[in-house]
């Protein structure tokens, strides 16, 4: 998959999704999260955490604050990296980003990775328009998912 969107019609579906890529993610991966406010960021990062994590129950606080919340799953570690309130790339080493790359992270405001943003990341575009109709675009893991069968469990 290249490169696909996907229509968001509820909060459900990003969670449907979520739960969709945790299943194929592996040590090593790193999911991009972009997008305004109340895009559905966080719903997808709750979802796919604890699907990951494989606790349907488990707390997920957001990162705002603490930059990076980490949690054990059963094939590695995964880590929420919030990335708004960072100075800068050279402030991730701080935040264990090298041991963090190991497992798998999801990381909301990307773009301040800069150079150290992984070549093989899958990115995810959030959007609302207007009349509140949301959307996804997903680029990366060309490999591994299938944008067609995507679409049609998050639309069913």
């Not at 790193?30 to 997808?44: D, E, I, R, Y």
Request: hydrophobic content about 45%; some cysteine.
């Amino acid at each position: 998959m290249a490169d696909t969107q996907i229509i968001l019609k509820n909060e459900q579906a990003t969670e449907q999704l979520a739960q969709s890529l945790a299943l194929q993610a592996q040590p090593g991966d790193a999911l991009l999260l972009t997008g305004p406010l109340g895009a559905g960021k966080s719903v997808f990062a709750r979802a796919f955490l604890r699907c990951f994590c494989g606790n349907a129950t488990l707390d997920v606080p957001s990162p705002t604050y603490t930059l990076v919340q980490t949690y054990q799953a059963a094939a590695c570690t995964a880590s929420h990296f919030d990335l708004w309130r960072l100075g800068g790339p050279d402030e991730l080493e701080e935040l264990g980003w090298d041991d963090a790359r190991e497992g798998v992270v999801l990381v909301e405001w990307p773009e301040r990775l800069e150079d150290l943003t992984p070549s093989d990341a899958l990115h995810l575009a959030f959007t609302v328009n207007a009349e509140g109709v949301r959307t996804v675009r997903l680029q990366g893991w060309a490999d591994r998912l299938d944008g067609a069968a995507l679409s049609a469990l998050v639309a069913g």
